[in-house]
């Protein structure tokens, strides 16, 4: 995970954001010592606080919702997270679920969205069968930035 973190990182450095906040997403905002995504999430968040994980701002575990709406992080009582309601970047348990919510937003809610794989020696464009000429488009873009 401190990898992925690195490499969502890089990418935020990509599109001009300098200090990226990043979600680790789990199913409660409240730490679960038997799910492995929450303790993650608060490990995570401790190392990025003491500078072990670069220039980055990390909070977890955090619900999707307590992610993404900060009324909804104020109604769940969560405070003290800058993250909650304005991540730039979200960390995911796994690939699945990363999956799932990628293809929500593009089927569900009709947004256009990139996506590549980091951490090979070079950037690799990665589609789906089922995206849209647009998507495809920006994910070549994305890598094309990666590349440089």
Do not use: W
């Amino acid at each position: 995970k401190t990898v992925q973190i690195g490499y969502l990182a890089r990418t935020a450095n990509l599109l001009g954001i300098t200090t990226p906040k990043i979600a680790c997403i789990a199913p409660s905002e409240q730490l679960l010592p038997n799910v492995i995504s929450s303790t993650e999430g608060a490990l995570l968040a401790k190392m990025a606080d003491r500078g072990q994980l670069g220039n980055v701002i990390v909070d977890g575990p955090l619900s999707l919702d307590v992610a993404l709406y900060k009324e909804v992080a104020e109604h769940k009582k969560v405070k003290g997270s800058s993250v909650a309601g304005d991540p730039d970047c979200l960390l995911f348990p796994n690939l699945e679920s990363a999956n799932v919510f990628f293809k929500s937003v593009s089927h569900l809610c009709g947004g256009e969205l990139a996506a590549m794989v980091m951490g090979t020696k070079v950037p690799c464009v990665l589609t789906s069968r089922g995206d849209t000429s647009k998507t495809k488009l920006f994910s070549i873009a994305l890598a094309c930035l990666a590349a440089k």
